[in-house]
């Protein structure tokens, strides 16, 4: 039990020395003075997308309907996730099973409807 | 199909919550029927439940992580009771605030269900699970005001409420973890079997679940987000947590520390954490209590020093030997007559608060001219606060006491009897305020039939358990008595 729990207490000491070390060698390296005078320039200070070259700035505004649609799409998302393996097992499950998957698409039908009624389907207010 | 017979009860609250969704969202200009539909929902689950007591063929489900017991019977009734009535209270709020109806009765009964599970569960997974079914809607419902403090109060309630969720979460993984098992018996019998060789880290993990359920049950030192949150979520909403969410953990609590951790030397550490709990958890809330001005504060340190009360039932269990369940029993009946007591409190409150627009205790003064019934009302659910005969309250305190006397908790008995004095004084201080004070405006307050049905019906039940408390008393000792197999 207790050298189960070693293991674990190397890989704290390691996730304690990287971050320490890190800190501790960019402090030291302060005072080795290998740096060349001039360290700016446009495209070094630029912000760092993946290689791609930015565009705009990035303090853009969202609207805020994307997070109904968000919202939507996680909710489908999980229902297409329950719903594989019942097709997986569709013709096993007999009449019980497919009333039950039937229900349960039933009640997310029912959250579209109540999504429609409500307008969170339009962009528009 | 068995399942969704024994967990009926919920089936139908959920259900009246998804009714009232489409009605709100196809049929709006019938919106006042909203809670006539939330009240059908409880009583049929409520019906549910008595078809289950009258088959007399208890029963667990789902691989039998859900279990239809005394226990959970106990608290479907009183979870089907306690939202009945916060519905009733909430009619007129709702109807003024205007917008979101719908969302807010299916948000009430979600969290019922999710109450109504909680006290089922016998399943780790289950139980945690049905906390955050509870809970979620709780967070979302003490930020629906449209002022900055309840906003306040929802994001303190979500923030405090996840941080104890994944205390709680880590407690049951160490559970998991030393018995390999997340059904609560087979954890018992593991526990039992290998006895205390595995007893620090059963330690910490009872550690950490009193801390994840503390902050529910609003324990010091896990109590800082009651008074910030009764102040500024809706008083309706206030309700619901000081009696529902308080009497869930509290169920929840017993039921794992029974059946899991009921060994006797974990039982022995247990007991006693919480009697300390329990005299820390008591004076702490009695002392705030005196010197709040905003009576919704005040309620909240009320219903912390309360949730002291409670404990004392908690830790007079194990050492009361042969009887054991005599302190669960005791926790039971005291969470049944608090939830009528407390429940009165908010609703007077509810009623006078709308009307004075004001929740500082000054300006309760002279009410007694303006509405002699809020004001009676008020007054006698307080003395039952206080445990002053002919009430509920006094009967509460009488046996949660008697059982720490038996459990050679004397020292324990002596805090909680002195902490009742203590809370006397402000209760006591609320009910002067009302009779005898002075207002400038003496124009009286009409009471709406709901707020007063509801009100009526706790006023009631406090008056009606004070006199007869037995029938109150055996159901609280069937239900606790399926401990009792230990």
């Known amino acids: ?125 | 199909m068995n399942g969704i017979d024994v967990a009926g009860p919920q089936i139908a609250v959920l259900g009246a919550a998804g009714v009232i969704l489409l009605v709100d969202a196809l049929v709006p200009q019938q919106r006042r029927l909203l809670p006539f539909i939330a009240l059908i929902g409880l009583a049929v689950s409520a019906l549910w439940t008595i078809s289950w007591v009258a088959r007399d063929d208890y029963q667990t489900a789902f691989g039998g992580t859900l279990s239809l017991d005394h226990f959970s019977v106990f608290f479907y009734f009183l979870f089907a009771g306690i939202t009945a009535m916060v519905v009733l209270a909430s009619i007129d709020w709702v109807n003024r605030e205007g917008r979101g109806q719908g969302e807010y009765y299916a948000l009430v009964l979600t969290a019922c269900s999710g109450l109504m599970f909680l006290s089922a569960g016998r399943d780790l997974i289950t139980i945690f699970i049905a906390l955050e079914l509870s809970s979620i809607p709780q967070y979302v419902l003490a930020g629906w005001g449209k002022d900055v403090r309840s906003s306040e109060a929802g994001l303190k309630y979500l923030l405090l409420g996840a941080i104890a969720s994944s205390l709680l979460l880590y407690g049951m993984a160490l559970l998991y973890g030393v018995t390999g098992t997340t059904m609560l018996a087979e954890i018992g019998e593991t526990i039992a079997w290998s006895g205390d060789a595995n007893r620090s880290v059963l330690v910490v993990a009872m550690t950490l679940l009193i801390a994840g359920f503390g902050f529910k049950m609003a324990v010091v030192p896990f109590q800082m987000w009651v008074p910030d949150v009764y102040q500024g979520a809706p008083t309706p909403v206030a309700a619901y947590l000081s009696v529902g969410s308080k009497a869930a953990a509290f169920a929840v609590v017993t039921r794992i520390f029974f059946e899991a951790l009921g060994a006797r030397f974990l039982s022995d550490d247990w007991s006693n954490v919480f009697a300390v709990l329990a005299a820390v958890t008591m004076t702490v809330g009695n002392v705030m209590a005196i010197v709040q001005t905003d009576i919704k504060r005040m309620l909240g340190y009320s219903s912390i020093a309360q949730a002291g009360n409670f404990l004392v039932g908690l830790a007079a269990i194990s050492v009361a030997g042969g009887e054991f369940t005599l302190g669960a029993s005791g926790v039971l009946f005291f969470l049944a007559a608090y939830a009528f007591t407390n429940l009165g409190v908010f609703v007077a409150v509810i009623a006078i608060s709308q009307k004075i627009g004001s929740d500082q205790i000054r300006d309760y003064a002279g009410m007694w001219k303006r509405s002699p019934f809020l004001s009676l009302g008020l007054a006698f659910c307080l003395v039952s606060l206080t445990g002053i005969p002919p009430t509920a309250g006094f009967w509460a305190k009488l046996y949660i006491f008697n059982a720490g006397i038996r459990a050679d908790l004397t020292w324990l008995v002596v805090v909680g009897v002195l902490n009742s004095l203590v809370s006397a004084y402000y209760y006591w201080g609320v009910i002067r305020q009302l009779f005898t004070g002075a207002s400038e405006d003496s124009t009286a307050i009409r009471t709406s039939p709901s707020i007063g049905l509801s009100l009526g019906v706790a006023a009631a039940g406090v008056f009606v358990f004070g006199i007869l408390p037995m029938p109150l008393i055996s159901a609280a000792r069937d239900a606790a008595a399926i401990f009792a197999q230990h």
């Open chain 1, 1 to 125: 039990m207790l050298y189960e729990y070693g293991q674990i207490g190397i890989l704290l000491v390691i996730a304690l020395v990287f971050p320490v070390g890190a800190l501790v060698t960019s402090w030291a390296l302060g005072f080795v003075r290998i740096r060349p005078k001039n360290v700016s320039n446009p495209v070094k200070d630029d912000i760092y997308e993946c290689g791609l070259r930015t565009e705009g700035p990035s303090l853009v505004q969202f609207n805020f309907r994307f997070y109904y649609i968000a919202l939507l799409f996680v909710l489908f998302d999980v229902e297409l996730v329950f719903l594989f393996p019942w097709a997986l097992v569709f013709d096993k499950v007999g009449w019980a099973g497919y009333f039950e998957g039937l229900s349960f698409i039933g009640i997310l039908g029912l959250g579209i409807l109540y999504a429609w009624r409500k307008r969170a389907l339009e962009w528009r207010l």
